[in-house]
C-alpha cells in the first residue's frame, strides 16, 4: 500500500519523477504512487515542487508537509498532517 494514516497524520510513499512536462500524478508504480515533476532535480527544486504540489492537492499548508526519506532518490516518504482529504482522492 502506498500511503499509511494514522489519525490526522498521512504518510506517503511515492516514486518521483522530475523533469517531466507538467506536474502530476502518474498512478502507481509497485507499492509506491508514482508523482511527475515539472521541477528539474537540481538543488533540492524537485523536493520543494514536490512539498508545495502535496500541500495544495491536500489543502494544507507547506509547513505540514514533510520529507522524511529519499533526500536526493527517486522513492521518497513524506508525512501530512492536518489534512481532511483522503490520500486515495489523488487516484481520481
Do not use: C
Request: proline share 7%; hydrophobic share 45%; no cysteine.
Amino acid at each position: 500500500m502506498w500511503f499509511r494514516q494514522e489519525g490526522a497524520s498521512i504518510t506517503l510513499t511515492l516514486h518521483v519523477q522530475p523533469g517531466a512536462k507538467k506536474t502530476e500524478v502518474a498512478g502507481l508504480h509497485g507499492d509506491a504512487l508514482k508523482i511527475r515533476l515539472a521541477a528539474p532535480p537540481v538543488e533540492g527544486k524537485a523536493n520543494a515542487a514536490l512539498l508545495a504540489y502535496l500541500a495544495e492537492k491536500f489543502g494544507v499548508p507547506m509547513r505540514n508537509v514533510a520529507l522524511k526519506q529519499g533526500e536526493s532518490s527517486r522513492r521518497k516518504v513524506v508525512s501530512i498532517s492536518g489534512s481532511a482529504i483522503p490520500p486515495d482522492f489523488l487516484l481520481r
